[in-house]
């Protein structure tokens, strides 16, 4: 079993910046892969990025260049560094792992919301 536990949302200018963590806690040397998605109002949730536990990471097109996906394994935390933020942006951010079941964990979700 897996937990997740995200923070860092909040409201912010666009142009501005924010860091969602995902800190994970139980059997997490079984995890394979995070990523972070995220839900606008009335949209469907949408992929925003992808670390596995090898290291390698994967943006999705609309946040190329602006968000970056780390990991912090000494603190079990997944960071998602979101800079020059638009109101697109704005939605619910979820956290996701992966185990070596291919079972799936979700986080609670963190609301971020992007002000014109």
């Known amino acids: 079993q897996v937990q997740l536990v995200e923070s860092g949302g909040g409201l912010v200018q666009a142009g501005g910046s924010l860091r969602l963590s995902c800190e994970a806690s139980?059997?997490?040397?079984?995890?394979?892969?995070a990523e972070w998605y995220r839900q606008a109002p009335g949209k469907q949730r949408e992929l925003v990025a992808t670390?596995?536990?090898?290291?390698?990471?994967n943006t999705a097109d609309s946040v190329k260049g602006r968000f970056t996906i780390s990991r912090d394994n000494a603190k079990n935390t997944v960071y998602l560094q979101m800079n020059s933020l638009k109101p697109e942006d704005t939605g619910v951010y979820y956290c996701?792992?992966?185990?070596?079941?291919?079972?799936?964990?979700w986080g609670q979700g963190t609301q971020v919301t992007v002000s014109s």
């Open positions: 996701r792992a992966v185990d070596s079941r291919r079972i799936q964990y």
């Open positions: 139980g059997s997490i040397f079984s995890i394979i892969v």
């Open positions: 670390i596995t536990s090898g290291g390698s990471t």
